[in-house]
């Protein structure tokens, strides 16, 4: 088998173990395309000073970042969500200083979920998360400010990063369940928004059933990395319409 041509770098919360084995299983289909994993300390999900300082400054976030420049990988990307509750501006900051610093380019789950929002036109979108009230309420109100209405949604009210990994899928269908009710016909789309949810691979299940996309934070951060290396990616089968409709 020859040598991939196109290498991913994947930014990666030290304490998330569902990011990785999702990320790996999508991609195994494209054997010209690797991905690299970096870690980065990141315990627990809230707005107190020590949860937020994980994140910015991004001074961690670029030491894992090194390593990818060290192995000249493609693109990186930061396979993350707290730019919806710091603000989408931390990923862009972020992506600048990673481009500027190492010379590639760069994403967030976050950035690209937006892509993926402006591109299908939907302005009311469902989101399912297993997040505290306080953060759920500010994601909310970032989307709004940008407007996009997230006033049906589910979340579980866990804040230790690591066990979130624990939350199934039955659990994740219920959500599903009643956020797609809430939004009464009316959503464009729903997002699963962590990258520690097994969700990915139940999303063409959702699709099937309630017939609308389903934007999963860990496929829209490497559905964007594909796209900005030029990867043709609609043969990818099983992880959303996202691959073949845009």
């Not at 990673?98 to 402006?118: D, Q, R, Y």
């Not at 998360?129 to 866990?158: C, F, M, W």
């Not at 789309?189 to 520690?196: G, M, S």
């Not at 309630?210 to 099983?238: F, Q, S």
Request: hydrophobic share 45%.
């Amino acid at each position: 088998m020859p040598a991939p041509s196109i290498r991913i770098g994947i930014l990666v919360p030290s304490s998330n173990t569902a990011l990785e084995p999702l990320t790996t299983r999508l991609l195994s289909s494209l054997p010209h395309v690797s991905v690299h994993f970096s870690r980065f300390s990141v315990t627990s999900i809230g707005l107190s000073s020590t949860q937020l300082s994980q994140f910015d400054p991004p001074d961690a976030i670029l030491t894992a970042a090194q390593l990818f420049a060290d192995a000249h990988v493609d693109v990186i990307g930061w396979s993350g969500t707290s730019a919806g509750w710091l603000g989408f501006d931390a990923d862009e900051k972020l992506c600048s200083l990673i481009e500027e610093k190492f010379g590639c380019k760069a994403t967030t789950s976050t950035l690209a979920l937006n892509k993926l929002l402006k591109a299908y036109g939907a302005t009311k979108v469902g989101l399912v998360t297993p997040y505290l009230d306080d953060v759920q309420e500010a994601i909310v109100k970032n989307y709004v400010a940008s407007g996009i209405d997230l006033s049906a949604e589910s979340h579980l009210r866990v804040s230790t990063n690591v066990e979130i990994a624990d939350i199934t899928e039955e659990m994740l269908d219920a959500q599903m369940a009643d956020v797609v009710k809430a939004g009464e016909g009316k959503l464009q789309a729903v997002t699963t928004f962590c990258t520690n949810l097994w969700a990915a691979q139940r999303v063409e299940h959702w699709e099937g059933e309630y017939g609308v996309p389903v934007l999963d934070t860990v496929t829209t951060v490497i559905w964007d990395c594909l796209k900005l290396c030029a990867v043709d990616a609609k043969g990818l089968k099983g992880w959303g319409r996202m691959f073949a409709d845009i």
